[in-house]
């Protein structure tokens, strides 16, 4: 059985930095993508950022660009988003996300395409 758990996230000032990571267990992500989706109130899931496995290559939205980094460790099957100078518009519920391996180590934004997903984790940033 696959699950993935996230843990991290909270409630921050705007400047702040804050961290997500998700662990996944029962099968080997280590050739996968894995990366971060996030859902404001009210508003469509959106792809935030992505890691494969193998060649270690990142994808990032625009307006994250710079302010946030994506990495993985591969022995621990554990992926990571590390959040700084949060702005208010960065609120949301954060999902992790992987997939089986069908997508060949390609970087993909749709949500459709990824086989699993984490439980959620709330980031909140208040002006």
């Known amino acids: 059985q696959v699950q993935l758990v996230q843990s991290g996230g909270g409630l921050v000032q705007a400047g702040g930095s804050l961290s997500v990571s998700c662990a996944a267990s029962?099968?080997?992500?280590?050739?996968?993508?894995m990366g971060w989706f996030r859902q404001a109130p009210g508003k469509e899931r959106e792809f935030v950022a992505a890691?494969?496995?193998?060649?270690?290559?990142?994808d990032y939205i625009d307006r994250v660009k710079g302010r946030f980094t994506i990495s993985r460790d591969n022995a621990k099957n554990t992926v990571y988003l590390q959040m700084n100078s949060l702005i208010p518009d960065d609120t949301a519920v954060y999902y992790c996300?992987?997939?089986?391996?069908?997508?060949?180590?390609?970087?993909?934004?749709?949500?459709?395409?990824?086989?699993?997903w984490g439980q959620g984790t709330q980031v909140t940033v208040s002006s």
């Open positions: 890691i494969a496995g193998r060649s270690g290559a990142t």
């Open positions: 996300e992987a997939d089986s391996g069908h997508l060949g180590g390609l970087i993909a934004t749709q949500g459709y395409l990824y086989n699993y």
């Open positions: 029962g099968h080997t992500f280590s050739s996968t993508v």
